[in-house]
Structures are given as structure tokens and as C-alpha cells.
């Protein structure tokens, strides 16, 4: 287990366990930090390696990975140079560490589930699955990228104040349209994670990963 802030990002890292190849990028949400998603990620993949960057972009002293100009309203040109940076991250961090870059699967909350979803439009390669926790549409790829052989899970909340429920059907019509595979699930949340979502993104994940 280790702490570093090398190469822009203060991240944590955890080894897989035994013959694990999985590395699982968790992205946290606004006001959390490199640790909020550690045990989300334990408990989805036990096995597999955990990398956790800490967004690089300050809100009123709160940690996120892109700026946004008002509630729901992104910057855009920023998003994109963020999603660029986090891209080269991965690529750095899997030089460091020795884990296999084809095998990285995003799991993201709110905000880092945005950047996931930006990460999926615009470098494709960089995931090999997402889990997306209370996503919005980060922005619309033209053209779509490729994402056959892509894997996202989408968990949304039926009572969640934050995200319209639009979005969440928006986003995976443009993933399936893209040719990932594509899974809607609804909790009777709100906007943070209640222990209908866990199950199912474990069940979502041994089902891909028996």
C-alpha cells in the first residue's frame, strides 16, 4: 500500500491479490479525496488493484477532478484538458506500478463518474469497463467513439435531487449507440450510494468476472 503525489496526481495505490490482472480506477466524487472509494472497490473486487487519484481542481476547497460553472453546467475546455491529463495518468501510473493498462475498469461517483464517462468518449482505450455511480452526460461525442467490447454500469437514484433522470437514460443511449454494453440499475436513493447500489455493482462485476 502506498501514498504518492507524483506526475501532478496525490494517489493511493493497493496491489492486487494472487493472480488478480484487474486494476480498478476510483474516481471520488466533489469534497472526497484518493481514500473515499477504497472500500467500495474492496468489496466490488476483492482480488483486484486499486488506483485512486485525487482530482487536482479546488471548489471552495473541495477536491474534483474538472471544473464547473454552475450546478449541472461544466467547463467544457477544462473537462476535456482534465480527461487528457487523467488519461496520461493511468498510462504513468501503469509504467510505476506494473499493472496491465487494457485492464483498467473506472468506478466512478458523481463527479468522477463524469470524468469516467469523458474518459470513455474520448480515449476509449484507456477503460476496459466503467462503473458509473450517479452520472450526468459530461458532454456529446461527435463522432461517437468505438466502445464495442465496453462494459458500464450505470447506477442511478430515483429520488436523487442532483442528477434529472434524464441523464442517466441520455448517457447510456450514447454508450449503446457507441457499441458498449450497457446496464441501467435505479436505487431508491437520492444522490449519495445506499446498499442496494453495492450489491449490484457486485453482482454486475462477478458476473463479467467469474
Request: net charge negative; hydrophobic share 45%.
Amino acid at each position: 500500500m502506498s501514498v504518492h503525489e507524483p506526475r501532478s496526481f496525490a494517489h493511493r495505490f493497493e496491489p492486487g491479490s494472487g493472480s488478480a490482472e484487474d486494476t480498478l480506477l476510483l474516481l471520488h466524487g466533489t469534497g472526497g479525496n484518493e481514500n473515499d472509494l477504497l472500500p467500495l472497490g474492496r468489496a466490488i473486487a476483492p482480488g483486484a488493484s486499486l488506483l485512486s487519484p485525487r482530482g487536482l481542481v479546488l471548489e471552495h476547497g473541495m477536491p474534483r477532478f474538472f471544473r464547473r460553472i454552475a450546478e449541472g453546467v461544466f467547463d467544457l475546455p477544462d473537462l476535456h484538458a482534465r480527461t487528457t491529463q487523467l488519461a496520461e495518468f493511468i498510462t504513468t501510473a501503469a509504467a510505476e506500478y506494473g499493472f496491465d493498462s487494457t485492464r483498467v475498469h473506472a468506478v466512478g461517483f458523481s463527479n468522477g463518474a463524469n470524468i469516467a464517462a469523458s474518459l470513455l468518449f474520448s480515449y476509449p482505450a484507456a477503460l476496459a469497463s466503467a462503473i458509473l455511480l450517479r452520472p450526468m452526460v459530461p458532454f456529446e461525442p461527435e463522432p461517437l467513439p468505438i466502445l464495442t467490447g465496453r462494459s458500464v454500469l450505470i447506477a442511478a437514484g430515483r429520488e436523487d435531487p442532483i442528477v434529472p433522470h434524464e441523464h442517466g437514460e441520455r448517457l447510456a443511449g450514447l454508450l449503446r449507440r457507441a457499441g458498449a454494453d450497457v446496464e441501467v440499475t435505479r436505487s431508491g436513493a437520492d444522490h449519495g450510494l445506499a446498499r442496494g447500489d453495492l450489491d449490484a455493482c457486485v453482482a454486475w462485476w462477478a458476473a463479467r468476472h467469474p
